[in-house]
């Protein structure tokens, strides 16, 4: 069963304060997709990497995806009150399966 | 409305009850998911489709069924409803296979 490990799991910060997720695996993975939960609402996908080692950036978030396809980061430069939410890493596994498996997910709080 | 919509947004039903909670999409997507979310343990896929008449178990099929008579329709069954059953289920929909998911807007289902 391929398992993919969020953390930090909760992570409180003030605005202006930069930030790291992480999501990461023993399985390699054909692509990964980071995703954003607001409360109330469904997720919301904000990026899909799929070669190793690439960086993507998105405004103020920086996604790279592990050389070895095992695992991904999001970074946050100047975190605002609007980029609170639910962060969910899933992966599609190698072969292309139709399924994704998702971590638990990171639960980031900025403060004003 | 363009995109995926799930009814109801919430149920309250009671322990032995039949409750069925539907969905749509309007992209024509072969793929449809159904994930349960619960705390502590992220988004859970219980079934998917890859089209029409062609459904597959995932990882907490127990107690659902599920059908897709239509692509646009993809409606997930509780037979039996059990307080176990409480959670938010989200329906999602892909164009291929481990594809970006778009997500729905979620249903809230408490038993009793």
């Known amino acids: 069963t391929q398992l993919l490990e969020q953390s930090p799991q909760f992570l409180s910060i003030q605005e202006g304060e930069n930030l790291t997720v992480y999501c990461n695996s023993s399985?390699?993975?054909?692509?990964l997709q980071w995703y954003r939960q607001e409360p109330g609402e469904g997720p919301v996908l904000l990026v899909t990497?799929?070669?190793?080692?690439e960086v993507k950036k998105l405004k103020r978030l920086t996604f790279q995806f592990g050389d070895a396809r095992k695992d991904s980061s999001l970074h946050i430069t100047a975190a605002q009150p609007g980029d609170t939410g639910l962060y969910l890493c899933?992966?599609?596994?190698?072969?292309?399966?139709?399924?994704?498996?998702f971590g638990k997910g990171t639960k980031l709080t900025v403060n004003p | 409305d363009a995109g995926i919509t799930q009814s109801p947004r919430y149920k309250i039903t009671e322990t032995g009850r039949q409750v069925t909670l539907m969905c749509h999409q309007t992209?024509?997507?072969?793929?449809m998911f159904w994930y349960r979310q619960d705390l502590g343990h992220g988004l859970r896929l219980i079934y998917y489709?890859?089209?029409?008449?062609?459904?597959d178990k995932g990882e907490v099929p127990d107690g659902y069924v599920v059908s897709r008579s239509k692509t646009e329709n993809f409606p997930l069954t509780l037979e039996s409803a059990t307080r176990s059953q409480t959670s938010v289920y989200f329906c999602?929909?892909?164009?291929?296979?481990?594809?970006?998911?778009?997500f729905g807007p979620g249903t809230r289902l408490t038993v009793l």
């Open positions: 489709s890859a089209a029409a008449d062609i459904t």
């Open positions: 990497v799929v070669t190793g080692g």
């Open positions: 992209w024509s997507h072969s793929y």
């Open positions: 899933a992966g599609a596994s190698r072969g292309g399966s139709e399924k994704l498996v």
């Open positions: 999602a929909s892909t164009s291929w296979r481990g594809g970006n998911g778009f």
């Open positions: 399985s390699v993975f054909s692509s």
